[in-house]
């Protein structure tokens, strides 16, 4: 006799499964983020970026991020972004590239365009790796990503002449992040990315590599370390 109290293994087990399949909807499918380690500099100075990717059916949307506040040189701005596909592919067509723009004046404060633009940046291939970049193209040295201004007091306190110059050669900046859409025969939602390297600065050379976010897995790894917890008391009951 069932106990009302005590519901059988089969409706725990259903339940349990339940709430893993809910904590992992919270992850999109296909969604694979990557970062700079934490300490990571360029130029010896810091610099902090996140690269989240989104593979589909012969898509893949990247949306590349600057996190580094108050920037003192260009130096800290990305330039470029290569990573790998665990499909193979090597090649693929950037279908569009959008922004919004960021230009900042002498004493740090800044003005944005009211609309996205288009990034001027390119996808190459390097190797086995394909790359975003802003190296090398007619929009260079102008679209580095530039991070957020200060926090407190909202604007560049920090920056040198290399950013805090109006129509300098650097202005005007892409504000913040990008996304980038790509057309990839072959990719699918399934397809991982490794090998991520965010790059930095207005010249090659200033590199630092990715390393996997750990949101996702950490939610996975927990939704897995219950079901096994609860079904051990369950035998044991």
Request: aromatic share 8%; hydrophobic share 40%.
């Given at each position: 006799m069932f106990s009302p109290h005590r519901p059988c293994f089969g409706?725990?087990?259903f339940c349990l499964l339940l709430m893993i399949t809910s904590v992992v909807s919270f992850a999109p499918a296909g969604m694979i983020q990557y970062a700079t380690p934490t300490g990571a500099t360029s130029s010896d100075l810091p610099v902090?970026?996140?690269a989240s990717f989104t593979t589909g059916?012969?898509?893949l949307t990247v949306v590349l991020s600057n996190l580094s506040a108050d920037p003192r040189s260009v130096g800290q701005n990305l330039s470029g972004l290569s990573f790998a596909l665990s499909t193979g592919q090597s090649a693929g067509v950037l279908l569009s590239s959008s922004a919004t723009e960021r230009t900042v004046f002498s004493g740090g404060s800044y003005s944005d365009t009211s609309g996205?633009?288009?990034t001027g940046w390119e996808l190459k291939t390097a190797g086995s790796l394909l790359q975003l970049t802003l190296l090398g193209t007619p929009e260079a040295p102008d679209h580095t990503i530039l991070g957020p201004a200060d926090p407190i007091s909202g604007y560049y306190d920090n920056a040198n002449s290399s950013i805090a110059k109006n129509n300098g050669p650097h202005n005007p900046f892409?504000?913040?992040s990008a996304t980038f859409v790509l057309s990839i025969p072959g990719l699918t939602d399934s397809s991982s990315v490794t090998g991520v390297v965010f790059s930095f600065n207005t010249a090659a050379g200033y590199d630092v590599i990715g390393v996997p976010e750990p949101a996702t897995m950490a939610?996975?790894?927990t939704a897995g370390?219950?079901?096994v917890s609860r079904r051990g008391r369950v035998r044991r009951g």
């Amino acid at each position: 006799m069932f106990s009302p109290h005590r519901p059988c293994f089969g409706v725990r087990l259903f339940c349990l499964l339940l709430m893993i399949t809910s904590v992992v909807s919270f992850a999109p499918a296909g969604m694979i983020q990557y970062a700079t380690p934490t300490g990571a500099t360029s130029s010896d100075l810091p610099v902090s970026a996140t690269a989240s990717f989104t593979t589909g059916t012969d898509m893949l949307t990247v949306v590349l991020s600057n996190l580094s506040a108050d920037p003192r040189s260009v130096g800290q701005n990305l330039s470029g972004l290569s990573f790998a596909l665990s499909t193979g592919q090597s090649a693929g067509v950037l279908l569009s590239s959008s922004a919004t723009e960021r230009t900042v004046f002498s004493g740090g404060s800044y003005s944005d365009t009211s609309g996205d633009v288009s990034t001027g940046w390119e996808l190459k291939t390097a190797g086995s790796l394909l790359q975003l970049t802003l190296l090398g193209t007619p929009e260079a040295p102008d679209h580095t990503i530039l991070g957020p201004a200060d926090p407190i007091s909202g604007y560049y306190d920090n920056a040198n002449s290399s950013i805090a110059k109006n129509n300098g050669p650097h202005n005007p900046f892409i504000n913040q992040s990008a996304t980038f859409v790509l057309s990839i025969p072959g990719l699918t939602d399934s397809s991982s990315v490794t090998g991520v390297v965010f790059s930095f600065n207005t010249a090659a050379g200033y590199d630092v590599i990715g390393v996997p976010e750990p949101a996702t897995m950490a939610l996975l790894a927990t939704a897995g370390a219950v079901f096994v917890s609860r079904r051990g008391r369950v035998r044991r009951g």
